[in-house]
């Protein structure tokens, strides 16, 4: 099996010749959620024509040593990409022409999250970190309402997310019920959490109920509304879908105002380089910013 290529720049190259050659990384942080594509970037001097059985390029996820990208003398060679990655890689080779190695990674897993290293040689060798963050909100929150004896009711809000959610209950008057609450979460297919919370409590006809899924590391709070009515959850179901599509409207504008101040103030080039979500419904873009 050959060298990596990282350690042969390691221990041919780097220490005489990284003065000469430099890899940048535009942007050492992504973010991306989960099931969405991205594409990282590194670049390097390419002085005149591009040769390419000159070039080698190699992109390797560092804290688990897996290949991901392996491009030798202008050759791909797919023989030691590691199996997470397999059919999910491209290296978009029209861009290297102007010294960027652009990695595509599509349908983004949460296990694809870590220290991504991108290696160059082109006459001399070098090499950067990028450091990939997946994320999964809790988008949506499945509700049930039963009732359970007089004027007592089991409310439960059950979503699925990543990294695990605190769930706080709420009443109307914006009292915290949390402590009367049982929560309990379960990993589920690709390490997702599936969190499920349940509120037994004694409560009247026609009061409401919050049950707020809380992403303590992203900072984000997803909120179900549980209407306690006399009909059956048919009701329910709509209202929770019409707040998730309201709160979703807020935050395509919230998200849209604040990408155009961004674009006065910066000036477009500087969020269409680097690390970038790779786009193909634009109803569903979010911007997120280092
Ligand atoms: C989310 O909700 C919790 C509890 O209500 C609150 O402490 C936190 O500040 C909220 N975070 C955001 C980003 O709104
Ligand atoms: C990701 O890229 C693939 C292949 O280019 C495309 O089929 C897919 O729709 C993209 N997914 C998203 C969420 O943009």
């Known amino acids: 099996m050959r060298r990596p290529l990282f350690l042969y720049v390691f221990l041919f190259y780097w ?35 591009l040769e ?15 290949q991901v990208y392996e491009l030798h003398k202008g050759e791909e060679d797919f023989k030691n990409q590691h199996s ?51 994320k999964a909100p809790y988008r949506i929150i499945n509700q049930g309402v039963v009732s359970t004896g007089r004027n007592e009711w089991k409310l439960t809000c059950h979503s699925e997310g990543y990294p695990e959610a605190e769930v706080i209950w709420r009443n109307k008057n914006y009292e915290d019920l949390t402590h009367k609450a049982n929560t309990r979460s379960e990993t589920a297919s ?38 306690i009515a006399d009909s059956t959850d048919g009701i329910l179901q709509t209202e929770s879908r019409r707040f998730v599509g309201a709160a979703l409207i807020a935050t395509a504008f919230v998200g849209s105002v604040l990408l ?25 873009t979010r911007i997120y910013l280092p």
């Open 15 to 49: 220490h005489f010749l990284n003065a000469l050659f430099t890899v940048e990384a535009p942007q050492s942080l992504c973010v991306v959620e989960r099931g969405n594509n991205v594409t990282m970037e590194c670049t390097f001097p390419v002085n005149g024509k």
């Open 52 to 66: 390419f059985r000159n070039l080698s390029v190699s992109w390797e996820k560092k804290d688990e040593s897996k």
């Open 84 to 134: 997470d990655f397999r059919g999910r890689i491209k290296l978009l080779k029209e861009n290297l022409n102007l010294g960027q190695s652009l990695l595509q990674i599509t349908d983004v897993k949460l296990r694809d999250a870590g220290v991504y290293r991108c290696v160059i040689v082109y006459g001399g060798a070098d090499y950067k970190t990028i450091h990939l963050k997946v």
């Open 190 to 227: 690709d390490q997702l959490y599936r969190v499920t919370s349940t509120l037994t409590i004694k409560s009247g006809i026609d009061e409401i109920f919050y049950c707020i899924f809380w992403n303590k590391e992203l900072q984000e709070n997803t909120t179900a509304i549980l209407h």
């Open 260 to 284: 155009f101040l961004l674009c006065i103030r910066k000036g477009l080039q500087v969020i269409l380089t680097g690390c970038k979500r790779t786009v193909d419904n634009p109803a569903s």
